[in-house]
């Protein structure tokens, strides 16, 4: 039997969920009487009913529960203000104690969607409809429609009705005709022909928030347990009444304990995060050096005299000061460009997760180290020696709204957007090549919601390096030594019906303990005004080496990107060293990128997939200003899915946190992981740092847009 295995993108994200749960929220502190709280299946409920209420738009949850040998495991995120997901990993013991099977205790997947379909008014209730294991294996599906009114001070009450697993007890007919049986194990489907459909049944319940802090509830439950209590003898479930007591310790954690089906005692922990309510109000650091302000022409007329251009030594007297100025700020000074009336500055940011709050303190330093005659700013960031974009603003501009009444908006529409001109347009300052940066540290790789365990990890250390040659031509690698875990532990199927490419990554921690993680050389250039180009050989990644070329088409103010990729890849061997095994394939894909409406992007990926499969990946994202991202994929390829496996076809969910919105410290890093309910051959994509979209967007109009409010930080 195969454990798939789901790695953290980076190391840390459940430390920093658990650190937040016990600390004291600052910023965070919200109207708890207006948040919804979490059911046994992590959604907006009672406690093991679902409610009719939906969660503060932009909401981050992260559930356990258990009762009767029954443990859920959901992580739920309110994508929009009307919808959500969820993710839930649920086990159930003594699952083959009656009824034998494969399993002692069965871990089970499931997916969820809910959509508010009214808001809460003085009269009418908030009405969710709920769509419950809407693909997975069926065990949890249900449908419902659920209706919660707040009736008096701190009262609310539910009511609604139940199809599925919620339609099982004292049901009262049907109403679109009979629905399918389930079965179980064939995961990874849409059961939609099971949707509304067999007994309806009603469940009720209320919820009473005694103080801000202490929640008494009681429900009436619709589910008969037909599997764990009827058929599986899990537990014993003697009467459809539940009840339960909520506290909430602070503004993240609420734990609970309950009495469920007249038998049972069950507990449950949320946790709640919220992009919008960091832990730490405001950005901690040095506040920005104030503008430098000229003084006026008639008073001082020499001060404004284009004649300093002549001067010998001027633009590298004033190269030094501006980048001292930059320096102070976190920022490097890339290359300069000047002429009596207007300045291009190129500059490297690794200090601040905004890219625009980076603009504008480049623009302060520009102000108090360039001469009065220099009234335009260029202001071009760059990423990999490649121009992602120019900002240009008016310095008579800068100065006058630095303090003025919504002085960022203000500056914004004064500001102008365009492309960043080419890599030599502007040739680097002394200095700025060769570049090395190197960084130590540990690493987590875990494997999350396995078909077995629910949590393998390896704890070890990790030595990054990256080399900068000259623009665009950079040299990176990466090297771990594995000190301890059990990720080795993993067992890898042994007859796969497609080319093993992802489901034997156990191997590569089964063999060895020090690994040649990546080692790489990446060229990135411009070709033209709007493309960007991309060339990366070497080891990609820990799977596969081989080279990968890449052409994106991304305007700066476009919400459109077109890409092409195509990819040479070889199997590496499973000692993690510079060998190789007898597999290889091409791979490739066609790209588009779409910035929807706000904080939303859409993805479409079509091509050629390591498996040698051909399909498409739909990816959504919701991405906030200050750098949270969330969003979903889901890749259909040619491969049955009976030749996939379980799951029938790759799908998951992804997350990313920057370190900044935990600590408040400016930091351009994040903590993120892919969690995939299996992984499996088919839909497998090659892994490669630094892909072009990725890399520019930041500094795009719909990034600046977004972070502008920042810009006088």
Do not use: C
């Not at 799908?651 to 370190?659: A, C, E, F």
């Amino acid at each position: 039997m195969t454990r798939p295995i789901q790695r953290m993108a980076r190391a840390g994200l459940l430390g920093a969920v658990a650190a937040m749960a016990m600390t004291p929220a600052l910023a965070q502190q919200t109207d708890l009487s207006k948040r919804p709280s979490l059911n046994f299946y992590g959604v907006p409920g009672l406690i093991d009913m679902p409610s009719g209420e939906a969660l503060p738009d932009g909401e981050f949850a992260v559930s356990h529960a258990r009762f009767g040998g029954i443990s859920r495991t959901t992580v739920t995120f309110q994508f929009s203000p009307r919808i959500s997901g969820s993710f839930r990993y649920s086990g159930t013991s003594d699952w083959n104690d009656v009824v034998p099977s494969n399993f002692d205790t069965y871990y089970d997947r499931s997916f969820d969607l809910r959509f508010l379909l009214l808001r809460e008014g003085r009269y009418m209730p908030s009405v969710t409809l709920g769509l419950q294991d809407f693909v997975g294996t069926g065990l949890s599906s249900a449908e419902y429609l659920s209706a919660t009114k707040q009736v008096l001070p701190g009262v609310k009450v539910t009511g609604g009705i139940g199809w599925g697993r919620l339609g099982t007890y004292q049901d009262i007919g049907t109403l679109f005709g009979d629905r399918p049986e389930i079965e179980i194990g064939e995961g990874g489907k849409f059961n939609s022909t099971q949707w509304f459909k067999g007994p309806i049944a009603p469940f009720a319940g209320i919820d009473w928030a005694v103080t801000e802090k202490l929640t008494f509830k009681a429900e009436y439950s619709s589910d008969k347990y037909v599997q764990e209590a009827g058929r599986r003898k899990v537990f014993k479930r003697d009467s459809p009444f539940n009840f339960g007591v909520e506290y909430q310790v602070n503004d993240t954690l609420r734990v609970g304990a309950y009495s469920l089906y007249g038998s049972e005692f069950g507990v449950m922990a949320s946790v709640m995060l919220n992009p919008n309510r960091p832990p730490n109000p405001g950005v901690i650091g040095p506040a920005p050096t104030p503008v430098g302000h000229r003084p006026s022409p008639v008073a001082d007329p020499d001060a404004w005299s284009p004649e300093w251009i002549e001067q010998d030594g001027a633009r590298e007297i004033l190269g030094t000061n501006l980048a001292k100025q930059l320096d102070a700020d976190g920022l490097e000074l890339e290359g300069l460009s000047l002429t009596a009336r207007q300045a291009e500055l190129r500059f490297r940011n690794s200090r601040y997760d905004s890219s625009a709050q980076a603009v504008g303190r480049v623009a302060r330093a520009m102000t108090r180290a360039l001469p009065a005659s220099v009234e335009t700013f260029r202001i071009v960031p760059v990423v990999n020696g490649v121009p992602a974009a120019a900002v240009t603003l008016r310095r008579s501009d800068v100065e006058r709204l630095e303090n003025a009444p919504n002085g960022a908006q203000a500056l914004h529409r004064v500001a102008t957007l365009s492309d960043g001109g080419g890599v030599s347009a502007v040739p680097p300052v002394p200095g700025a090549y060769p570049r090395f940066n190197w960084s130590f540290g540990p690493f987590v790789r875990t494997s999350l919601f396995d078909t077995d365990d629910p949590v393998l990890a390896d704890l070890g250390l990790r030595l990054r390096g990256s080399y900068e040659l000259a623009p665009g031509l950079v040299l990176r690698g990466s090297v771990s030594h594995r000190l301890f875990g059990n990720l080795d532990q993993a067992v890898v199927e042994e007859d796969p019906a497609l080319p093993q490419v992802r489901s034997d990554v156990a191997r590569y921690d089964q063999e060895t303990e020090f690994a040649l993680d990546s080692l790489t050389a990446n060229y990135y250039f411009k070709a033209s005004q709007d493309i960007y180009g991309r060339v990366t050989a070497g080891y990609l990644e820990q799977m596969f080496g081989g080279v990968s070329a890449e052409l994106l088409w991304r305007p700066v103010e476009s919400k459109l990107g077109l890409g092409a990729e195509i990819n040479y890849a070889r199997k590496r061997d499973y000692d993690g060293g510079f060998g190789f095994r007898d597999y290889d394939v091409i791979t490739g894909h066609v790209s588009a990128y779409y910035d929807l409406w706000e904080d939303y992007q859409v993805q479409l990926d079509v091509g050629r997939y390591l498996a040698e499969d051909y399909g498409a990946t739909l990816s959504v994202d919701r991405e906030f200003a200050n750098g949270w991202k969330v969003g979903a994929f889901a890749t259909i390829t040619d491969v049955s899915s009976e030749d996939f496996g379980d799951g029938s076809f790759d799908k998951g969910v992804r997350i990313s946190m920057p370190l900044t919105w935990f600590t408040g410290v400016p930091n351009t890093s994040s903590v993120g992981t892919v969690v995939r309910p299996f992984t499996r051959d088919g839909g497998a994509r090659l892994s490669v740092g630094g892909r072009l979209n990725e890399t520019i967007r930041e500094y795009h109009k719909t990034r600046l847009d977004a972070q502008w409010g920042r810009v006088w930080r």
